[in-house]
């Protein structure tokens, strides 16, 4: 029997699942008008490849991916670009970016699609068309998969896969349904994945509350040899190191990877979007989105990566009567937006309409008393009332001692602190800062390096100006002996100045001034 | 008697030839409290200080000519930065120098540039490029925001502009309590 090794704290939170994991996937309407952003990944982002005006065509690549980690963007669908410019993206921030807007004709016309028997390619070419395709983790942080789908340089050879269908958060049931409906293609993904990375076992983790999930993948992964293993719920299962903790007992090192004990992990809707690229030759465009909390009929869509989130909860019975926030994410990890006007995006696993129910009430925030409830439930092992003093003291090298960017801001210590203090907001501030200090003293170092180069330029040209005077010197000396003294200089210098033969020539006269 | 004066010397000779050694061994080209000061210093080169460029400023207050406080790109950070590795207490920013302003970025106009130059000798890192009787720009990444580029221009064709926050150089703010009763 399989055994399951606990992580350290989380929570029993609230499930809310059951409102939007009744139906069935339902594919979203084709909007009018796309907004497509081509930053919808960890790393660089794409080069657009299109301009306004362009016609494109479904599954047509309009952002190139630029650098090792990056990824491309594609049309969503058929039509023209309107433009391509800033438009507002779902981010914390609320600040626009680079987004190619697409006016669909409706027509759906695809690219040419190259499916490919990934038996018989190299591993470079096949991580080279999961790039083309745009493969990113759909789990949220939207990390490119090629990179993590290469060993070379981590260590010979894979000990697990994990494939990550746990969905621990509050609210969201995309990956719920999707394994429920998509099996057999998950597992046809696993497998493109399992010929990469060669692991000696490949498990699937998923929680306890999903037993159809949990049912139909073990259907589909009958006589492969990859083991489901259903956890406990616990949040946050679903978070990398904690869900590798959970399967294989190992710890990630702090301020590790998994790959470093050997272990490899991908979301479920990643294996599924790998299958579709390689077994039907589809690049990412679309994605299997949760709405739900205060709307009139939560479920869970196939939507066109670019969808305004309007329209989406539009599909979904448009918004109840007090609704305070639109989340993107769950009531746990998840941001608020400053607009619903905002395109879908690879990262965005869930719309989460919040009225003043399911937000926390926001109660006075009281002094730390120091009582421990955060440790306890710290799924990461920090300590987070010291994170919080210095983070808030803005003492970031004492915050650092004590691992602050091991934290994964899955929010428990905000949960249970009796203070109601906003720890989580008090370590993503002391992160950022540091962030930005280190860019900066990197831009500095940069401005020592040009500055003091530039001082080696001019000190060395002076020299050489030096030089070439002291060299014509003595053969100056030498002519002027050779000329006889002093009033023949003079008389030659005369000469020298009175119009040259040359003179009708405005050039000539010129290149000689110069 | 003689015992002891001659241990002593032996002692004093050792130890000698032990000094001696390492300070041949280990020796120490430069100033090392110039380079820790230097690496607080913002490297604008601006000049504001009153001295050539960072690393003189920072020569200069090593040498005790000049105070912490007269580097306003460093901002109060710098000044407390420097405060701490000194040993000293922290100051006000020193108004004579100049304030505190957010970071620029110089923008040639291009269509009005002459191709002067006069821009590119002054740029103390070699962010102009151009040639002369040719159109200048600057590179955007390099420029540290010095302003020395703006005064030396004869047809005033060089602003200073603020930088704008994009996604990738926004930050979480320090949150904002609610209720006083913080402590």
């Not at chain 1, 096949?126 to 090629?146: K, T």
């Not at chain 1, 949040?235 to 190191?241: A, E, F, R």
Request: charged residues 20%; proline residues 7%; hydrophobic residues 40%.
């Amino acid at each position: 029997m399989s055994r399951l090794y606990p992580f350290h704290g989380g929570l029993k939170t609230v499930r809310h699942k059951t409102e939007s994991n009744q139906q069935p996937i339902q594919r979203a309407a084709l909007p009018r008008r796309l907004m497509v952003p081509l930053r919808q990944h960890i790393g660089a982002m794409a080069k657009p490849v299109v301009a306004s005006g362009d016609q494109v065509l479904k599954g047509q690549m309009i952002g190139q991916a630029d650098g090792y980690i990056s990824a491309a963007i594609h049309a969503p669908t058929s039509g023209r670009v309107a433009t391509v410019e800033t438009r507002p993206v779902p981010h914390p921030s609320g600040l626009p970016d680079l987004c190619v807007v697409i006016d669909s004709d409706g027509e759906e016309r695809w690219v040419e699609r190259q499916p490919v028997d990934y038996r018989a390619l190299h591993p470079s070419e096949l991580r080279n068309i999961l790039r083309n395709a745009g493969v990113v983790g759909l789990g949220g942080a939207a990390f490119p998969s090629a990179v993590k789908l290469n060993l070379s340089g981590h260590r010979e050879r894979l000990e697990t896969l994990i494939l990550n269908g746990a969905e621990c958060e509050p609210w969201i049931t995309c990956d719920d349904r999707l394994m429920r409906e998509q099996a057999a293609g998950i597992v046809a993904g696993l497998h493109v994945m399992v010929h990469l990375l060669e692991p000696r076992e490949v498990l699937i983790g998923i929680e306890d509350d999903k037993p159809e999930a949990i049912a139909a993948m073990i259907e589909a992964c009958a006589g492969t040899g990859y083991e489901v293993r259903p956890a406990p719920t616990r949040y946050p299962s679903g978070s990398v190191k904690q869900l590798v903790k959970l399967l294989t007992g190992k710890e990630t090192p702090v301020e590790g990877l998994p790959i470093d004990v050997g272990v490899q992990c991908f979301n479920v809707a990643t294996a599924y979007t790998v299958h579709r690229a390689v077994d039907h030759g589809e690049p990412v465009i679309s994605r299997t989105v949760t709405v739900t909390g205060h709307v009139r009929q939560p479920g869970n869509f196939q939507a066109l990566l670019g969808t305004p989130f309007a329209e989406l909860v539009e599909q979904a019975g448009g918004y109840q009567e007090g609704v305070e926030r639109l989340i993107m994410g769950g009531p746990m990890m998840g941001f608020a937006l400053h607009s619903d006007e905002v395109p879908l995006t690879k990262a965005a696993n869930c719309i989460l309409a919040a009225s003043a129910e399911e937000l926390a009430p926001t109660q006075p925030v009281m002094p730390c008393i120091r009582c421990g409830a955060c440790v306890d439930v710290c799924p990461a092992n920090l300590l987070p009332q010291q994170l919080y003093w210095h983070a808030r003291a803005k003492e970031f090298d004492k915050a650092q001692d004590y691992h602050l960017f091991s934290c994964i801001e899955c929010g428990c210590c905000s949960t249970v602190c009796p203070s109601h203090i906003p720890l989580v907001q008090y370590y993503r501030y002391a992160k950022n800062e540091i962030w930005a200090q280190e860019k900066e003293k990197q831009k500095a170092e940069l401005a020592r390096q040009r500055h003091q180069a530039r001082l080696e330029r001019l000190e060395r040209e002076k020299q050489e100006r030096e030089a070439k005077l002291r060299q014509k010197a003595p053969a100056r000396a030498a002519r002027a002996e050779s000329e006889g003294g002093g009033k023949l200089d003079i008389e030659t210098a005369v000469a020298r100045a009175k119009p040259h033969p040359d003179a009708a020539n405005p050039a000539a006269t010129r290149q000689q001034d110069a | 008697m003689i015992a002891a004066i001659l241990v002593l010397s032996a002692l004093a000779g050792v130890s000698g030839l032990l000094l001696g050694f390492a300070a041949i061994r280990f020796k120490v080209e430069g100033d090392p409290i110039v380079d820790k000061i230097d690496a607080i210093l913002p490297q604008t080169q601006c000049g504001q200080c009153g001295y050539p460029g960072c690393r003189p400023y920072a020569e200069a207050i090593a040498a005790g000519e000049a105070d912490i406080n007269q580097c306003p790109p460093g901002g109060e950070n710098g000044v407390v930065a420097l405060a701490d590795l000194l040993g000293r207490d922290p100051k006000p920013l020193n108004a004579e120098h100049g304030a505190v302003k957010p970071k620029m970025l110089a923008v040639i106009d291009e269509q009005n540039c002459i191709g002067c130059t006069l821009c590119i000798q002054a740029c103390p890192v070699d962010a102009i490029l151009g040639a002369a009787k040719h159109m200048h720009t600057v590179i955007a990444s390099e420029c540290t925001g010095c302003e020395l580029c703006v005064a030396p221009c004869p047809v005033d064709c060089i602003d200073m502009i603020p930088i704008a926050q994009t996604i990738t150089t926004w930050k979480w703010t320090y949150p904002s309590v609610t209720a006083k009763a913080a402590a």
